[in-house]
């Protein structure tokens, strides 16, 4: 069906859609306890496929290889026994957190005897576009199965056969579980046709979320007529204060940098006080390429250091996903601030200091998702802010943002009560 027509398209993905519906209905049934059991299930299910899962990740990954695809790409691809097992405890973590739907938000009773109350629900249906990363249709499963929402899935055909059996294997374990399987749904189908359709699939889907580049998020959010949670790129800063502890700034910006290369959360632009640039970026210098890190910097920092590149104004806005990273000195915390917010994605930034009022002002002043003080950026990750696991970074401002875990899967509903109550 690569080729196929825009009928046959529509007849495909509203065939996705009515089993997603149906499969909402029975999820929206299960209780608490149902859905961890499945979930335990399913983290079982992928350990035991653990061979099952690396074969056909292998032949997504010599594809990509073969296609030329950079190494933060490939990072981003890959499969192992320790990422798997990952995938597994993300869902076993899920099945650990409290079920937010059904929550009482709150509750008030009016004058004329109304109780009302806000009470969380599941949105029913979510659509998940994203690129080269298998890890993410697990992740996705995990927080839309527990709070109680269908998931259809369209990952890039970079990793097509590593989704199609991810999707399966968690099919199989729903099934086990007597739970329809169609609560997970990947579309098996890459052409740019079916994705375009399937932004479009506001009859069944109730909101999308897309998870990649820069070009992918904006194509969902200028074609969507599903409603979109954006998530977004991440040009991330450390900026180190004149009152930095040096000895632990290095430690934290190398992590930062390269821990993993081809992720949102990774730091790509790094702003230094002039005060401490003559000592520091010698220091930092010597750590950077030691990991192969290529600076590209201002005058200040390519003085300091010899191997350095100049930076351009395009360098400061960019998203390496690489071992590169940009490098400029400022006069002030102001400075540092204002160059920030100027050129960050409202993902994730972080302040280097000892100053507790420069701490304050950076995490009130920095318009971003996350604002670190003394941390590297990596932390940003629904995993590691106890979520279990996320369905992406939300660098917008509406109803989600940041780390997206169970409660942003959900919407709410107003519940009233009366006695017999008329409006006069």
Partial sequence: METAGVTEINEYLASLGTRAQAAKTVLQGLTTAQKNQALTCAAEALVKATDRLLAANDKDYQNAVENGMAEGLLDRLKLTSQRIEAMAEGLRQIADLPDPVGEVMEAFDRPNG?????????????????????????DAFGLCFKTGNAVILKGGKDAFYSNQAVTTVIGEALEQKGIDKNAIQLIENNDRAVTTAFMKLKEYVDVLIPRGGAGLIRSVVENSTVPVIETGTGNCHIFVDETADLDKAVPIIINAKTQRIGVCNACESLLIHEKIAERFLPILGKAL???????????????????????????????????????????????????INKYNTGHSDAILTEDKAHAEQFLKEVDAACVYVNASTRFTDGFEFGFGAEIGISTQKLHARGPMGLKELTSYKYQITGNSQVRS
């Fill in 114 to 138: 109304l109780h009302i109350e806000k009470v969380r629900v599941p949105m029913g249906v979510i659509g998940i576009i994203y690129e080269a990363r298998p890890n993410v249709t697990a």
């Fill in 289 to 339: 390429l030691e990991k192969q890190v290529e600076i590209r910097g201002d005058k200040t920092v390519r003085e300091a250091i010899a191997e350095a590149v100049p930076a351009t104004e395009e360098d400061y806005g960019r998203e390496y996903l690489d071992l590169i990273i940009s490098a400029k000195t400022v006069a002030s915390l102001e400075e540092a601030i204002a160059h």
